[in-house]
């Protein structure tokens, strides 16, 4: 069998995992599965894993596993206080109250080079061309906003939050939603009430960052809430 390159090892996992692990939080398989899947040797894919790692796509803890998305700060909240609240509806409650005055912090001690990051991360969700690619721009500008805020256990608990979205009840709401609306929606809608909250963020307005983030939420709880057209 010819050798794989860590070039080309690196290309097929990256589209190996928008199939397997597109989410946030999603779980990998393990290094020995990997090496199966994409026909080379482990040490191979463990260039590849740590090359992902170095970029922020991947994390992992020993004893635990490998995860899609960057690694969590600060300390989790216990997933069993996630797991209770398995609605979509519940979940989009919890991100209503939570997040709003996050924003808000965040426009209190943003910086130049942090209105910057937001910018870019909100760029990044205007050329999503995808859902796995959405979503991990989703999750990260909300992340995002919280690691502005200067309290990494907020974005340790945000995390928990998005890593829900991996469970059936979440994927079976969305999945019927991102029919509906598609990735051309995220890219328009969503990545301008982004930049809004990025808008007021830099001004250091924090009534007007808690409100565009609020007005944001009720955007997507609203679009969840719709009845699907087809029949």
């Known amino acids: 069998m010819p050798r794989t390159s860590p070039a080309i090892a690196l290309e097929r996992l990256r589209a190996l995992l928008d199939e397997q692990a597109p989410l946030i939080g999603d779980r990998l398989p393990t290094e020995r599965a990997l090496a199966g899947l994409l026909g080379c040797s482990r040490q191979t894919v463990r260039a590849a894993l740590l090359e992902m790692e170095r970029e922020g796509e991947i994390w992992r803890k020993v004893g635990k596993g ?3 998305g960057p690694a969590p700060l600060g300390h989790p909240v216990k997933e069993t206080i996630l797991l209770s609240a398995t609605a979509p509806e519940q979940l ?3 991100r209503l109250m ?3 005055p996050i924003a808000a912090e965040a426009a209190r001690r943003a910086s130049a080079p942090d209105v910057a990051y937001l910018e870019g991360l909100v760029a ?8 796995a690619e959405a979503e991990t721009a989703d999750a990260g500008f909300h992340r ?3 690691e502005v805020a200067g309290n990494p256990l907020l974005g340790g608990f945000l995390d928990y939050l998005a890593s ?3 469970r059936a009840a979440w994927q ?3 999945d019927r939603t991102y029919r509906r609306i598609g990735v051309r929606e995220f890219a328009g809608l969503h990545s301008d009430q982004h930049g809004d909250v990025v808008a007021a963020i830099g001004r250091g307005d924090p ?3 808690e409100a565009a983030m609020r007005a944001h939420l009720r955007t997507i709880m609203g679009a969840m809430q719709q009845p699907d057209d087809r029949g």
């Open 66 to 68: 490998t995860f899609r």
């Open 92 to 94: 989009m409650q919890a």
């Open 98 to 100: 939570i997040e709003p």
């Open 124 to 131: 990044q969700g205007r050329g999503a061309s995808g859902r």
């Open 144 to 146: 995002g906003v919280a």
């Open 164 to 166: 829900a979205r991996r």
């Open 172 to 174: 079976r709401e969305w």
């Open 207 to 209: 009534q007007a960052a």
